[in-house]
């Protein structure tokens, strides 16, 4: 089947400027992660939610960062008054189960701010 | 706290075994990942083991956990070109949601 998505894979933007990021999990499954890579480093985890909530947010890094899935299905995080700082690999991931269950990932969405 | 720490760098012939190494932190119960990304890719889940086995193997691979020294290997048995990427070692707690990566270890092969 299907594995999870991600739109746009490729987001150029300037600074100061608001983006929204899309992830479509596998169909089926109730949890779902966003991950954020910087260059040459591994994925850093920044939120889980399971069907609809956000269980887990403590990995957002400041108030600029928001994420929602209101049919606890596709989610979408949003990122105001982009910076610099925040380009980066955005990953997206969706396990079958809540906690205890292995994560699949999506191909990511490349996020440049200039 | 939570860190997971893996060498930079791995250069191999094609043909020969792979082994790739990981240190994680104490937990009595977690599950440990080994995730594969080449470039422009997402995260390709590998394997997993827990912490109450020893070893497990599939295929090519063979994923060695030494508890007392909190130590993950990855072995890839007859390495190829298409094994060239990126490998993570992840770390979860048993009831946790969220992984831990290492930074990565870059598999490179020659032919």
């Known amino acids: 089947g299907a594995g999870v998505s991600q739109t746009p894979s490729n987001k150029v933007t300037e600074k100061g400027k608001y983006v929204e990021l899309r992830c479509d999990p596998i169909?089926?499954?109730?949890?779902l992660y966003w991950y954020r890579q910087s260059l040459g480093q591994g994925p850093e985890f920044l939120i889980y939610f399971q069907g609809t909530g956000a269980a887990d947010d403590s990995g957002l890094p400041n108030d600029r960062f928001f994420a929602v899935r209101p049919e606890g299905s596709v989610s979408t995080l949003k990122i105001q008054r982009t910076e610099r700082g925040d380009s980066a690999v955005y990953l997206c991931?969706?396990?079958?189960?809540?906690?205890?269950?292995?994560?699949?990932f999506g191909p990511g969405t490349r996020l440049t701010v200039l | 706290g939570e860190d997971v720490e893996q060498s930079l760098f791995l250069s191999v012939r094609e043909g020969d075994s792979s082994v790739i190494n990981c240190t994680y932190t104490?937990?009595?119960?977690?599950?440990l990942y080994w995730y594969k990304q080449e470039p422009g890719a997402g995260l390709q889940l590998l394997t997993y083991i827990f912490s109450n086995m020893d070893m497990k193997q599939d295929q090519r691979l063979t994923v060695l956990l030494n508890k007392k020294d909190k130590h993950l290997s990855l072995r890839i048995a007859d390495t190829q070109t298409g094994d060239s990427a990126i490998y993570f070692c992840a770390q979860r707690w048993e009831y946790g949601n969220k992984l831990v990566f290492g930074a990565g270890t870059i598999l490179r092969v020659k032919s």
């Open positions: 169909s089926g499954h109730t949890a």
């Open positions: 104490d937990s009595s119960s977690t599950y």
């Open positions: 991931a969706s396990s079958l189960l809540a906690e205890g269950d292995t994560q699949y």
